[in-house]
């Protein structure tokens, strides 16, 4: 039975929902496409052609190993290639006009989207961005890379993302309130947002301040009439029932992501580098949120910071960046990094410059074709959303570089995201039930040991200290202690995973399309396993 006609009406679906044929021999990452073509395709596109390669490759594997008893070959087909149907496309998609006045008293007509991917799990959950090139077709990508991204790290969210036109830097505070009041409340009333059906969360131009914006609004449209209104987003203030550990969530878990390949002696043969971040050099593209912690704790493991490349300038030092040094700068320099003192301005382009490890944090197909081949690190982990294009993916794997993939690397932040909406659906912080509880526990410990001691031994008291490290633990774990390390166990888990997975389908140092493969065969067992109702 031939995996093309397994897949061939999935591909007439895939991520847009289009009802245009799509055959294989005419899909857009069509061998006959040169790689500037590739380069050239929209995200939507990219995405689309990282899932395809992947469901061919899982359809192949079901329609050979699963065995269901009394189920023929040809029934077998029609099941898997009708849940596949299911995966693939865009499930919902809103777009919204609406009108917003100035504070200079004149009307402007706003354009937003909201796009739901899968429901296999619920709520869905994605960011809300703000850029004035925000389309429609970018939105529906990413909705589904956050399906997929979910699935990889096992967080039980479907996949959405939302966006919103416009220039932030071009409009007041008071103006962005309005705007992301109305269009909450836009949401709200066509069911686009609530704890248990659409979760929004920071993304790029968006942050905290627009998360509290978000929930009072839903509270004062409907959330009135639910205890949990405080759950509808996450990436919220402490004080609006944010969650420690949030902030620096995504450039944590890269952290953890390239940890895990980084201590695989194997991985670590293959691409001829040694075991331990100690003595790797790194160089991070975007200093922004996941760049800087990102570059903040594999400083701390012992890799050394080189260069970091900005909007308006790259700077370069060979014997280390402290990107704790640079942060405070930046901080003081009005958001920009030009004049450190710690490091040269270069012009160099130093994405193609020598180190272990690259870490790209900026924006959209930053590697392509005609940088991939220049690319001295050895390690690529994508702090963004699909910087590499599937044309310069295709050649780091022929020169035995190590990508590690968005949906994988920068996952750390949906993660905590869904600790958070835990913590509101519990209405309680983590930890603070047991802090008393397990200091009190700790400290008559200590004290049964002593007792115990000075009545065997001689009856004269014998004083017994916790060390400093167990001092700090006597108290139970803090809800920063438990979200670190949530986080760094579902990062571990995950990453063996997906080298699991790569062994499984002997996939050699093809991290990306082991992810995908990893996410489509959760999914597919949530459809199969909860069945389908058809009207």
Same mark, same amino acid.
């Given at each position: 039975?031939?995996?093309?006609?397994?897949?061939?009406?999935?591909?007439?679906?895939?991520?847009?929902?289009?009802?245009?044929?799509?055959?294989?021999?005419?899909?857009?990452?069509?061998?006959?496409?040169?790689?500037?073509?590739e380069d050239n395709l929209g995200f939507s596109q990219m995405v689309m052609n990282f899932v395809e390669d992947a469901s061919k490759k899982v359809c192949e594997r079901l329609l050979v190993d699963e065995k269901i008893p009394r189920e023929t070959a040809e029934e077998k087909r029609k099941r898997v290639e009708g849940v596949f149907n299911i995966i693939l496309p865009c499930n919902h998609f809103l777009e919204l006009n609406f009108p917003v006045r100035r504070d200079s008293g004149e009307i402007e007509m706003i354009r937003g989207y909201r796009a739901q991917h899968s429901q296999h799990r619920s709520p869905t959950k994605g960011g809300l961005r703000y850029n004035i090139h925000v389309s429609a077709d970018e939105v529906k990508a990413l909705a589904a890379l956050m399906s997929y991204k979910c699935a990889v790290v096992d967080v039980p969210f479907g996949g959405a993302k939302a966006g919103i036109q416009i220039d932030p830097s071009t409009f007041?505070?008071?103006?962005?309130?309005?705007?992301?009041?109305?269009?909450?409340?836009?949401?709200?009333?066509?069911?686009?947002?609530?704890?248990?059906?659409?979760?929004?969360?920071?993304?790029?131009?968006?942050?905290?301040?627009?998360?509290?914006?978000?929930?009072?609004?839903?509270?004062?449209?409907?959330?009135?009439?639910?205890?949990?209104?405080?759950?509808?987003?996450?990436?919220?203030?402490?004080?609006?029932?944010?969650?420690?550990?949030?902030?620096?969530?995504?450039?944590?878990?890269?952290?953890?992501?390239?940890?895990?390949?980084?201590?695989?002696?194997?991985?670590?043969?293959?691409?001829?580098?040694?075991?331990?971040?100690?003595?790797?050099?790194?160089?991070?593209?975007?200093?922004?949120?996941?760049?800087?912690?990102?570059?903040?704790?594999?400083?701390?493991?012992?890799?050394?910071?080189?260069?970091?490349?900005?909007?308006?300038?790259?700077?370069?030092?060979?014997?280390?960046?402290?990107?704790?040094?640079?942060?405070?700068?930046?901080?003081?320099? +009005?958001?920009? /990094?030009?004049?450190? *003192?710690? $490091?040269?301005?270069?012009?160099?382009?130093?994405?193609?410059? %020598?180190? @272990? &490890?690259?870490?790209?944090?900026?924006?959209?197909?930053?590697?392509?074709?005609?940088?991939?081949?220049?690319?001295?690190?050895?390690?690529?982990?994508?702090?963004?959303?699909?910087?590499?294009?599937?044309?310069?993916?295709?050649?780091?794997?022929?020169?035995?570089?190590?990508?590690?993939?968005?949906?994988?690397?920068?996952?750390?932040?949906?993660?905590?995201?869904?600790?958070?909406?835990?913590?509101?659906?519990?209405?309680?912080?983590?930890?603070?039930?047991?802090?008393?509880?397990?200091?009190?526990?700790?400290?008559?410990?200590?004290?049964?040991?002593?007792?115990?001691?000075?009545?065997?031994?001689? +009856?004269?008291? /014998?004083?017994?200290? *916790?060390? $400093?490290?167990?001092?700090?633990?006597?108290?139970?774990?803090? %809800?920063? @202690? &438990?979200?670190?390390?949530?986080?760094?166990?579902?990062?571990?888990?995950?990453?063996?995973?997906?080298?699991?997975?790569?062994?499984?389908?002997?996939?050699?140092?093809?991290?990306?399309?082991?992810?995908?493969?990893?996410?489509?065969?959760?999914?597919?067992?949530?459809?199969?396993?909860?069945?389908?109702?058809?009207?």
């Amino acid at each position: 039975m031939s995996v093309a006609r397994c897949f061939s009406r999935a591909q007439r679906q895939l991520l847009t929902g289009a009802s245009r044929q799509i055959s294989t021999s005419s899909a857009n990452h069509s061998p006959t496409m040169t790689a500037q073509e590739e380069d050239n395709l929209g995200f939507s596109q990219m995405v689309m052609n990282f899932v395809e390669d992947a469901s061919k490759k899982v359809c192949e594997r079901l329609l050979v190993d699963e065995k269901i008893p009394r189920e023929t070959a040809e029934e077998k087909r029609k099941r898997v290639e009708g849940v596949f149907n299911i995966i693939l496309p865009c499930n919902h998609f809103l777009e919204l006009n609406f009108p917003v006045r100035r504070d200079s008293g004149e009307i402007e007509m706003i354009r937003g989207y909201r796009a739901q991917h899968s429901q296999h799990r619920s709520p869905t959950k994605g960011g809300l961005r703000y850029n004035i090139h925000v389309s429609a077709d970018e939105v529906k990508a990413l909705a589904a890379l956050m399906s997929y991204k979910c699935a990889v790290v096992d967080v039980p969210f479907g996949g959405a993302k939302a966006g919103i036109q416009i220039d932030p830097s071009t409009f007041s505070a008071n103006e962005l309130e309005r705007i992301t009041r109305r269009f909450t409340h836009e949401l709200a009333k066509k069911g686009f947002l609530g704890a248990g059906v659409d979760v929004p969360a920071p993304d790029m131009g968006t942050g905290e301040r627009e998360m509290s914006w978000m929930v009072d609004e839903y509270k004062m449209c409907l959330g009135n009439a639910t205890l949990d209104a405080h759950a509808c987003t996450t990436g919220k203030p402490i004080t609006q029932g944010g969650i420690h550990g949030r902030v620096s969530a995504t450039g944590r878990g890269l952290f953890h992501s390239v940890q895990q390949f980084v201590d695989d002696t194997s991985y670590m043969e293959q691409i001829g580098l040694k075991p331990g971040f100690n003595g790797k050099t790194f160089i991070l593209q975007g200093f922004g949120n996941v760049g800087l912690h990102s570059a903040r704790y594999l400083h701390r493991a012992g890799a050394k910071c080189v260069g970091i490349i900005e909007f308006d300038t790259s700077i370069f030092n060979p014997n280390g960046i402290d990107p704790k040094e640079l942060e405070e700068y930046k901080l003081d320099n +009005g958001g920009s /990094i030009r004049g450190f *003192p710690g $490091a040269q301005a270069t012009t160099e382009d130093l994405l193609v410059a %020598e180190c @272990d &490890i690259l870490v790209p944090c900026a924006m959209e197909k930053t590697i392509t074709s005609v940088n991939a081949p220049l690319i001295k690190a050895k390690i690529i982990a994508e702090g963004a959303n699909g910087p590499t294009t599937t044309a310069a993916h295709r050649i780091l794997l022929e020169r035995k570089r190590l990508v590690i993939p968005d949906l994988y690397a920068n996952a750390g932040g949906v993660t905590v995201s869904y600790f958070e909406w835990l913590k509101n659906l519990n209405h309680v912080s983590f930890g603070r039930l047991t802090f008393k509880y397990e200091h009190d526990t700790n400290v008559h410990l200590f004290k049964s040991v002593q007792t115990s001691l000075e009545n065997s031994i001689s +009856g004269k008291k /014998i004083p017994i200290y *916790p060390t $400093a490290e167990y001092q700090k633990r006597m108290a139970g774990a803090s %809800e920063k @202690d &438990i979200v670190h390390s949530g986080l760094a166990y579902t990062m571990e888990r995950s990453g063996r995973h997906i080298i699991n997975t790569a062994a499984k389908y002997n996939l050699g140092l093809d991290l990306r399309q082991a992810a995908y493969i990893a996410s489509l065969e959760k999914i597919y067992t949530v459809y199969r396993d909860a069945g389908v109702m058809f009207a």
